[in-house]
Nanobody, 116 residues
Framework: QVQLVESGGGLVQPGGSLRLSCAAS????????MSWYRQAPGKERELVAN????????TYADSVKGRFTISRDNAKNTVYLQMNSLKPEDTAVYYC?????????WGQGTQVTVSS
């Protein structure tokens, strides 16, 4: 079955960096685009970044453009989110997502807290 397992979250000071990972299994990872979403308390889940199956094209929400970088390693079945210059408003649970055979799959999420 499809599994997505996020890791790498934690507490970081404003201006700091974190690198999130999402390990995928149960589907042909190299065939599928991948996405990172986030959900802050009391807010709707929002799209943060997308990456195509080969990694050649990436897109970002305006709020993270220039600070976050999505990447993938198809040999390791893993997608990453490098987050730099973190702000308190980046505090959220971060999820990776894919769609396989028309069904969306989500990981369990990893908490990112940006606070001094």
């Amino acid at each position: 079955q499809v599994q997505l397992v996020e890791s790498g979250g934690g507490l970081v000071q404003p201006g700091g960096s974190l690198r999130l990972s999402c390990a995928a299994s149960g589907f042909t990872f190299s065939f599928k685009p991948m996405s990172w979403y986030r959900q802050a308390p009391g807010k709707e889940r929002e799209l943060v970044a997308n990456i195509t199956s080969g990694g050649g094209v990436t897109t970002y929400a305006d709020s993270v453009k220039g600070r976050f970088t999505i990447s993938r390693d198809n040999a390791k079945n893993t997608v990453y989110l490098q987050m730099n210059s973190l702000k308190p408003e980046d505090t959220a649970v971060y999820y990776c997502r894919t769609i396989w055979r028309s069904v969306p799959y989500w990981g369990q999420g990893t908490q990112v807290t940006v606070s001094s």
